[in-house]
């Protein structure tokens, strides 16, 4: 039997410390893969998914410790139980069924990102010290993350360049949703080294190498969305550090895209998207959600709003078109009204908790954690502004990215737990 101090000296046998130990290893190995592999493929990103589950199973079976807290608990299961009711009044509700499997990943990836640190929190110098202290594991995985992006960078710079230069393919027609959203929170993070002091050195280092790289993949993707995101992302950024650097970073990108035909192009072609007999976005928004909402109240089941069922509502609907390229109403067209409310309960309260994680460390003058939490709440805005043009929760990399961003804001709750803010601090 051995005693752990960890767990309040708790005595669990030599097979459960056994059983702890290999979780905590599956745990970050998985991690630690699902950080490198996901902007460059997400079929090695799901394998450490499922590394990950079955390091939170193996710690759980050790009755070592309870599963980490997530905060949003009651918002999740409540969602999942709107799409399980949805799939089951869907006509088709086997294939619907089948389709929530991608619930589990909220579970994997989130659960396991928030337990990151965790056999590392107790120091022997006393628990303030654990409280201030980023987990080494946090750090590590998201620049593992910014340097799978950038190396995606320079590949996506060459191989697009050559197609548009030796084949004369239009750059829109090659641009990825989810690569562009993948440099979008990369840069941001590298952003985040640069605008604060809390994060110099080695960091500042990578960002310096990593910027053009992340910024090139950026812009060659010719989405509008992760360009409007990231602006608005790094305006909040800056905004609580270095205001010039809105200005100046927000010109650069404004002659960006005036100087360069391609983007000069892609912004001129936001005219046409108001036009309903386009057949694009504003159609769907307009014509076929509210109607397909109105018709079914419960959801349609995730994977429901297939391309015959919106062109039954709206008939100039564009060829190949099976979503609505917006989260709120795509998720309250597939898990129902209910669900839709649930939905945006679990982001409001996950946004709400990183954004009090910044501003707790902020006051209390723990700059480096500051930075951090900065980070994961702006990249957490971030994928929410795109998602109001986009259904990039339906997207499985962005949605495990998405999950990876809460749960690492939420391993960095527990160091915000407990800590006071000096009665000198400025406020936030």
């Known amino acids: 039997m051995f005693s752990s101090p960890e767990h309040g000296g708790k005595s669990l046998p030599v097979r459960g410390v056994a059983w702890d130990l290999w979780g905590d290893r599956f745990r970050d190995g ?20 499922v590394l990950c589950l079955i390091g939170l199973l193996l710690a759980a079976a050790a009755h070592r410790r309870c599963p980490p807290r997530l905060g949003e608990e009651g918002w999740i299961l409540a969602f999942a139980a709107c799409a399980v ?34 056999t590392a929190d107790t120091a022997a110098a006393g628990p303030r010290p654990a409280l201030r202290a980023v987990p080494r594991s946090v750090e590590s995985g998201w620049h593992a993350f910014a340097v799978a992006a950038g190396a995606l ?22 641009g990825s949703m989810s690569d562009g959203q993948f440099f979008m929170v990369a840069l941001l993070q590298v952003c985040a080294a640069f605008l604060w002091p809390g994060a110099s050195g080695a960091p500042a280092r990578l960002g310096i190498v990593l910027a053009p790289l992340l910024a090139a993949g950026l812009w060659i993707n010719l989405k509008r969305g992760s360009w409007i995101s990231f602006a608005a992302s790094f305006a909040l950024q800056a905004w609580h550090r270095s205001r010039r650097a809105v200005l100046v970073v927000g010109a650069g990108m404004a002659a960006l895209v005036v100087l360069l035909p391609a983007s000069r192009a892609r912004i001129l072609d936001l005219r046409t998207e108001l036009d309903p007999q386009r057949g694009g976005r504003f159609g769907m928004w307009t014509r076929a959600a509210p109607a397909l909402i109105r018709d079914h109240p419960l959801g349609v089941g995730i994977g429901g709003t297939t391309e015959a069922v919106l062109r039954g509502y709206y008939p100039d609907l564009e060829p190949r078109r099976d979503h609505l390229h917006n989260n709120v109403l795509q998720v309250t067209a597939e898990t129902g009204w209910l669900g839709g409310l649930c939905w ?10 990183l954004w009090r994680s910044y501003r707790t460390f902020r006051r209390a003058g723990a700059a480096r954690e500051a930075v951090w939490a900065l980070f994961l709440a702006t990249a957490f805005l971030a994928l929410m502004c795109n998602g109001l043009i986009e259904y990039n929760f339906g997207d499985s990399e962005i949605a495990v990215l998405l999950y990876l961003i809460m749960g690492s804001g939420r391993a960095l709750d527990r160091r915000r737990e407990g800590l006071r803010p000096p009665a000198d601090a400025p406020p936030g």
Request: glycine share 10%; proline share 2%.
């Open 344 to 353: 945006c309960g679990w982001m409001l309260a996950a946004g709400r908790r």
């Open 153 to 174: 960078g320079v590949w996506l710079a060459i191989t697009y360049s050559w197609a548009a230069w030796r084949h004369g393919t239009d750059l829109k027609l090659l």
């Open 30 to 49: 998985g991690l630690a893969l699902t950080m490198w592999f996901l902007p460059i493929t997400i079929s090695l990103a799901e394998l450490g998914v």
């Open 85 to 118: 009711v949805a799939a089951l009044a869907s006509p088709d509700r086997w294939a619907r069924l089948e389709e929530t499997h991608v619930l589990l990943w909220i579970g994997a990836g989130y659960a396991a990102a928030a337990a990151w640190g965790r």
